[in-house]
């Protein structure tokens, strides 16, 4: 199926990792200008191999204001446009840590790498959008926004902001600055929360089987997602072909998942039922 992203230019943050470099190379794939942001390997976006006439890779901290701007500016000084972005990029304290003992210092930390961060990255492209009057934006939050997730509070506030009080309300705002004509659908934001899925960082936990039975022990499907499940969607929600008529939604590709499991059967005691 055509999507109609051939020659457009995408923004993908944190491209290096395991979810943004499928995404990088799925668009790359369509025909799609690529921008591969990466905070600090760019052996591994380098290791992305995109054709070097279609992309541009970008070294940022996404918690600063200069170098989101730099990130922006580099993209359009190369593509003259940004018609998409993916805010992707975040990271996460691997360890459980219980609220009780979280120091200010992550919690801090952890909002400004996902949070403030896609703020920042959104401001920019919205001022992109402005003078365009197009554009559109795939936000990747989490389950953990949607069902919550103990020992990381700070992570699953955070993407919570984004799946729902973020995305409903941009939705709104560049449809202002984007607006829809007879010959264009209008300007889009879309969020997707992926549930587990086996990249890197989580590629460890999931070779464990009795971790992997936990897990999914709430899909309807019960099966660990690929990055490229991910990336079919991103893409798809990108294009005004295909997704004309979808904006403000937060979609979860989590195999049917319904919740956390929170006990083991044995450690739940029936007489106290």
């Avoid at 359009?76 to 200010?104: I, Y």
């Amino acid at each position: 199926m055509e999507t109609g992203l051939r020659e457009k230019v995408v923004i993908v943050t944190g491209a290096s990792g395991g979810i943004g470099s499928a995404i990088a190379r799925k668009f790359a794939e369509e025909g799609a200008n690529v921008v591969a942001h990466y905070r600090r390997h760019r052996a591994q976006a380098e290791a992305l191999e995109l054709p070097e006439e279609q992309s541009l890779l970008v070294g940022a901290d996404l918690t600063k204001e200069a170098a989101v701007r730099r990130l922006f500016e580099s993209a359009v000084k190369r593509f003259g446009r940004v018609d998409t972005l993916v805010a992707n990029a975040g990271s996460w304290e691997s360890h459980d840590v219980p609220l009780q003992d979280m120091p200010l210092r992550q919690w801090r930390a952890t909002l400004d790498a996902v949070l403030t961060s896609t703020f920042l990255c959104m401001r920019e492209f919205f001022r992109c959008v402005a003078r365009q009057k197009q554009g559109n934006a795939v936000l990747i939050a989490s389950t953990a926004g949607v069902f919550g997730e103990a020992g990381h509070a700070d992570y699953a506030s955070a993407k919570a902001a984004m799946a729902y009080g973020l995305t409903r309300t941009l939705k709104n705002e560049i449809a202002r600055i984007a607006p829809h004509t007879k010959a264009y659908c209008g300007g889009r934001v879309n969020c997707i929360c992926p549930g587990w899925t086996m990249v890197p960082r989580t590629a460890g936990k999931l070779r464990d089987p009795h971790i992997v039975r936990r897990v999914t022990a709430t899909m309807a499907l019960p099966q660990v997602a690929h990055p490229d499940d991910i990336a079919n969607l991103a893409v798809f929600l990108s294009s005004d072909r295909l997704a004309r008529h979808i904006t403000g939604q937060t979609i979860l590709a989590a195999g049917g998942m319904e919740g956390r499991r929170l006990w083991q059967p044995e450690e739940v005691d029936p007489r106290n039922v």
